[in-house]
């Protein structure tokens, strides 16, 4: 019973973690068209879209990923990428423990 409860929150923090980092994301896209029009341009306008044959989106993030946004000096950029950061970080937390309950119910459930 517990360890169901553990599992569901955990799923269920999972999901509003994953959800944060994706409206964090498109945020930062925002502000960068916004207030930086022509890096928004030179990494081919970026948005979050699942597309395969696109690479844009994966660029962006590397460029993202690798801090090189700083060299804008823009304090709303570097606020998304934290919140970014951070709810990517909660999300493999609660994914571990999310994981780890389901090893230990299962590993009691065949004692």
Not at 28 to 55: C, M, N, V, Y
Not at 66 to 80: K, R
Not at 86 to 105: K, M, P
């Amino acid at each position: 019973m517990i360890a169901a409860l553990i599992f569901t929150i955990s799923a269920l923090v999972f999901l509003v973690a994953m959800l944060k980092q994706l409206f964090e994301t498109n945020a930062f896209f925002r502000h960068l068209e916004q207030a930086h029009p022509e890096k928004f341009i030179e990494l081919g306008s970026p948005k979050w879209h699942i597309q395969f044959g696109d690479t844009t989106f994966r660029e962006a993030m590397k460029y993202i990923r690798s801090g090189e946004f700083e060299a804008l000096d823009d304090d709303i950029l570097s606020q998304h990428y934290r919140s970014m950061r951070n709810a990517e970080r909660l999300a493999y937390v609660v994914a571990v423990v999310a994981i780890a309950v389901t090893i230990v119910q299962a590993v009691q459930d065949s004692i």
